[in-house]
DNA sequence: AATAATACCTGACTACAGTCAGATAAATGC
DNA sequence: GCATTTATCTGACTGTAGTCAGGTATTATT
């Protein structure tokens, strides 16, 4: 890697801590403690489950609780059982603290808006434009993969997006056959792999190895439409490959449908080679293959 | 503004922080209190004042003496009387000092390249490239300006720097005349204003406004090189316009050196329209004149 | 039905961040 | 020469962040 680009990002790190504000001032100023400002943030207008706020705030469960009562006790927030769950407990904003988060949110904007009023219009948007792509190549590089187990319910929305997709953009629309269900249970180790793509907890792609008579099939290869053109397929794929020379299989095969034209370019710029109908998938019309070394 | 661009930055600002850590993470790590890493960092190689730590980091007195008190005792610093004024005092790294920040800045440089990593060569040079703009942009909206008195040795510090390239770029070359400095001590209201330009501490810039006979002449307009590009010319010369504006001036006067093309452009699309000779500066082959309303 | 795990709570604690009120020594202004 | 200012230090203090060791109620597991 360029030493060169290890500074520059440095260095727009801290240009960009020094002007917005050292810490995440965002959540202060309104004179109460960071961590209640944050804890408020998190709740947000609709409210959240204790143990996701916990989470996603790396909290210890007594310091959570804490300022749970802390909020509490202002009046800012109500916290009630969860009737499917009555261990688990339901945070949400009061009309004080829905008052108090837009205000935060008001002195956000404020913060901001003095940041780009002293740039000319032109520049301002250009400002906002290349931050715009900046932002989008930082999440791809926070993307994650990781093998899953069939059962995971990440999977299963990631799935039902694919599907989705499949539908809207195939010529003939698309119908999953009855026995996909039993297909994707059947996905664990040594006869299936599934891969899936995350960008922090938010799961954002998957893709799905097969073990057949003697290869290895890839299917079900998706990423979110917000995180196309990153780069991410390829990587997934990448992570397939890997996944596939570590089960041991010395050959992988794929196919895909006339309209998913990027897909097929995908597959022969990263080694893959057109061979003849393997299978008897009556919405493929392209067949690919690739041999590990 | 456009609304869109505030949340823009708001999302950008949340992307990287939550990638690059929350907060000045740059600075923790090394099981060491912040404050503490931070002190060492802004002490730096060749070290520093103890009052400009203070200032920089807008540290308390005690709390500061203390914090160099704890990197003394842990024998990362020596602090010593300044020769000059032995009020005050300067802090150095010791070698163990010096070794502690090399360590921390290898650590950083190895945060950054863990968020480059995942990106391909092209990408990466992207986002960097990306970055790069976004930082010029961004300290272009922070830079300020403000009317100094003549004695301020960040004036003299810019004309040095203006007088320098004058002298590169100038034809004949450029030697200040003798009266230069006499009359720079007279820009004092109500007879003359300087104004400064500021990126944090920093001077990045400077103009002049003299009161002639029955018009105000604006000179020594001059921006740092590393900031040009960036519409701050612009900026600074609507101050100096600004300034005369409030000291009831109704027109104003300048003149140019033909080498200078960029200046005559932003004089012509500010509003400023050519006039013949109103001075005897040898070194100048353009006059121009705007009225202020 | 007994056991284990989950979700949360409480009390006690440590460490860090930051402020305030003086005190001292050196330099500056008059 | 004396008062004032500047730069720093010390002691005492408050509030926030965060951890750890238990505890209770509810749900899941066997």
Redesign the interface.
């Known amino acids: 890697?360029?030493l060169?680009?290890?500074?520059?990002?440095?260095?727009?790190?801290r240009?960009?801590?020094?002007?917005?504000g050292?810490?995440?001032n965002?959540f202060v100023g309104r004179d109460r403690p960071m961590a209640e400002s944050r804890m408020l943030y998190e709740i947000g207008q609709q409210g959240q489950e204790v143990r996701r706020l916990r989470q996603r705030m790396a909290l210890d469960s007594g310091y959570a609780s804490r300022l749970l009562r802390a909020l509490e006790h202002q009046g800012l927030i109500t916290v009630a059982p969860l009737p499917e769950d009555r261990r688990a407990r339901f945070a949400s904003l009061t009309d004080a603290g829905r008052r108090e988060l837009a205000e935060t949110d008001r002195a956000?904007?404020d913060a901001?808006?003095d940041?780009?009023?002293?740039?000319?219009p032109g520049?301002?948007?250009?400002?906002?434009g290349?931050?715009?792509?900046?932002?989008r190549?930082?999440?791809?590089?926070?993307?994650t993969f990781e093998t899953v187990a069939p059962t995971s319910r990440e999977v299963a929305a990631c799935l039902e997006h694919y599907y989705d997709e499949l539908d809207r953009h195939f010529a003939t629309g698309f119908i999953p056959p009855p026995s996909v269900a039993e297909e994707i249970a059947g996905l664990t180790p040594p006869s299936g792999w599934i891969l899936l793509a995350r960008l922090?907890d938010e799961p954002v792609g998957c893709g799905t190895l097969t073990a057949q008579a003697d290869f290895g099939e890839i299917k079900r290869v998706w990423i979110a439409e917000r995180l196309r053109g990153?780069?991410l397929s390829?990587?997934l794929l990448a992570e397939l490959e890997n996944v596939a020379c570590v089960a041991g299989f010395s050959r992988l095969r794929l196919d895909t449908n006339e309209s998913l034209a990027e897909a097929q370019a995908l597959y022969r710029s990263s080694g893959y080679h057109e061979i003849a109908r393997f299978n008897d998938n009556p919405y493929a019309h392209h067949w690919f293959e690739k041999r590990l070394t």
Not at 115 to 120: F, H, N, Q
Request: proline content about 2%; overall charge positive; hydrophobic content about 50%.
């Open positions: 890697m360029h060169g680009q290890i500074s520059q990002l440095r260095s727009f790190n240009a960009i801590t020094r002007r917005i050292a810490l995440g965002r956000a904007d901001v808006a940041i780009l009023a002293p740039l000319d520049r301002r948007a250009r400002l906002t290349v931050l715009a792509e900046a932002e190549l930082i999440e791809a590089s926070a993307v922090y990153l780069g390829r990587r």
